[in-house]
T-cell receptor, first 111, second 112 residues
Framework: DQQVKQNSPSLSVQEGRISILNCDYT??????FLWYKKYPAEGPTFLIS?????DKNEDGRFTVFLNKSAKHLSLHIVPSQPGDSAVYFC??????????FGTGTKLQVIP | ETGVTQSPTHLIKTRGQQVTLRCSSQ?????VSWYQQALGQGPQFIFQ???????GRGNFPPRFSGLQFPNYSSELNVNALELDDSALYLC???????????FGQGTRLTVV
């Protein structure tokens, strides 16, 4: 039962353009959502999060949008840089409970 | 301030053997979570320890067990290893059970 889904296994974007990574979830009890970035041979690194009481959170080039009615969130990276090339994991949890990860989207930013 | 460190980085074991993986949490963090990441999948939650007590468990059999020490470092033990246990095992520490987690680099376990 995949409660957090990232339906695009990979994405290629030109440097300087916007990268949009999408994530859907099925558990309406989730109230906290996170994005992690993972480079090869490294553990995931926390990128940005959003609480279910908000619909947008911005941190520099990274913005996360949450649409609770659609059970959908997205991560926007603008402008995209070659160093952003990595696997991005969407994750979600209900307060004080386990974090559930999606399967990841591999982003390639082409110089 | 040191980050989360895991040992060993790579390990090869034979089916049926037992393995212990170790994790040192980031300074000041009292919560450790363990995840299994199979090839092409996202990390799957195994269990979490908060102040030396188990604080939640995922869908893993009892042969996966853990421990957290007074200094908040942690061990993951897996008995009777199976081929499907081959994966990257990630440890993550956090200030509390529901705060952002910081991951170690993982231990790559191969069961042959």
């Amino acid at each position: 039962d995949q409660q957090v889904k990232q339906n695009s296994p990979s994405l290629s974007v030109q440097e300087g353009r916007i990268s949009i990574l999408n994530c859907d979830y099925t558990n309406s009890m989730f109230d906290y959502f996170l994005w992690y970035k993972k480079y090869p041979a490294e553990g995931p690194t926390f990128l940005i999060s959003i609480s279910s009481i908000k619909d947008k959170n911005e941190d520099g080039r990274f913005t996360v949008f949450l649409n609770k009615s659609a059970k959908h969130l997205s991560l926007h990276i603008v402008p995209s840089q070659p160093g952003d090339s990595a696997v991005y994991f969407c994750a979600a949890n209900k307060s004080y409970q386990k974090v559930t990860f999606g399967t990841g989207t591999k982003l390639q930013v082409i110089p | 301030e040191t980050g989360v460190t895991q040992s060993p980085t790579h390990l090869i074991k034979t089916r049926g053997q037992q393995v212990t993986l170790r994790c040192s949490s980031q300074s000041g963090h009292n919560t450790v979570s363990w995840y299994q990441q199979a090839l092409g999948q996202g990390p799957q939650f195994i269990f979490q320890y908060y102040r030396e007590e188990e604080n939640g468990r995922g869908n893993f059999p009892p042969r996966f067990s853990g421990l957290q020490f007074p200094n908040y470092s942690s061990e993951l033990n897996v008995n009777a290893l199976e081929l499907d246990d081959s994966a990257l095992y990630l440890c993550a520490s956090s200030l509390g059970p529901s705060t952002e987690a910081f991951f170690g680099q993982g231990t790559r376990l191969t069961v042959v």
